[in-house]
């Protein structure tokens, strides 16, 4: 279903009935990435999977200054808001992620619980791609995204195989994405201007400002952490402990970066034991 919130229109798959459960996805993906998890948490849940701006079927509007992250917390904002509701549990993974640590930094107020799976605390993620040589490696994508047009170009050029690439190459368990899987995955950025709209995430967060305070999480966390991940070393989960409160925990599984897809009954069961109990203590 469509709604409107923050000024756009999203795409929501949404299923259940009871508490809210937002699933955010991450790059390249859109909410089909939450497939696995989304029906067993139905039964307990009123589950909200929206392709985030500029992804799938949601609105794209033109410009990076559009995809900077006060814009895409607004948007979850918006979407509980859409919903009816006053506060959510905010599941995030990598991009979703990355919006769901600024947003239980910026309005706590909306959130139940949290879970991040494979995306970096803002603070830590920031110095180690400064001061980290082995991460800044990892994170050549991010300066080549940087570029103007060639990215855009060369997946006009072979959108099937980047997609295929990035998916299985940096995967940790063979079979884990359908020739169906990957055909959804690449038709959704194939969509008229969603690839360059995915690619402006990433542009207008090297354009932010500096992030100032000690930006501490005062909400329930719970972080699953596919430890294969090639893009986005275990490391970055070291020290993580001091902005969390003590409603916090870190879980690390043997999977990729893909881990709800790679893991999906494991990562299920964490997210319905976590947000299911009265969890008040690492």
Request: positive net charge; glycine residues 8%.
């Amino acid at each position: 279903m469509d709604i409107q919130a923050n000024g756009l229109k999203f795409h929501c798959i949404v299923e259940g009935d009871g508490p809210l459960v937002l699933l955010l996805h991450g790059f390249p993906q859109f909410s089909y990435a939450w497939r696995h998890q989304i029906p067993p948490l139905a039964k307990h849940f009123k589950v909200v999977a929206p392709d985030l701006r500029g992804y799938g079927s949601s609105d794209r509007p033109e410009g990076v200054e559009n995809y900077a992250m006060h814009h895409l917390t607004e948007d979850i904002v918006g979407i509980i808001k859409a919903f009816g509701y006053e506060k959510a549990h905010v599941v995030g993974h990598d991009w979703g992620g990355a919006i769901a640590w600024r947003l239980a930094q910026e309005h706590p107020e909306v959130i139940d619980k949290l879970v991040i799976l494979n995306a970096p605390f803002p603070q830590i993620y920031l110095k180690a791609i400064r001061t980290n040589f082995s991460q800044m490696r990892k994170s050549w994508y991010l300066y080549f995204f940087q570029l103007p047009a060639i990215p855009e170009a060369l997946f006009k050029w072979r959108s099937k195989q980047i997609v295929r690439d990035i998916l299985q190459k940096t995967g940790a368990k063979p079979g884990t994405f359908s020739d169906e899987d990957l055909r959804k995955y690449t038709e959704a950025l194939e969509k008229p201007g969603a690839f360059k709209a995915t690619l402006s995430y990433y542009r207008a967060v090297a354009r932010a400002k500096p992030i100032h305070g000690d930006g501490k999480v005062v909400v329930p966390t719970l972080v699953i952490w596919g430890e294969k991940d090639q893009a986005l070393g275990k490391d970055l989960t070291i020290g993580l402990d001091k902005y969390l409160t003590k409603e916090s925990k870190i879980i690390y599984l043997p999977a990729s970066h893909w881990v709800m897809e790679e893991e999906p009954q494991q990562v299920t069961d964490l997210l319905l034991d976590f947000l299911l109990s009265n969890f008040r203590s690492k």
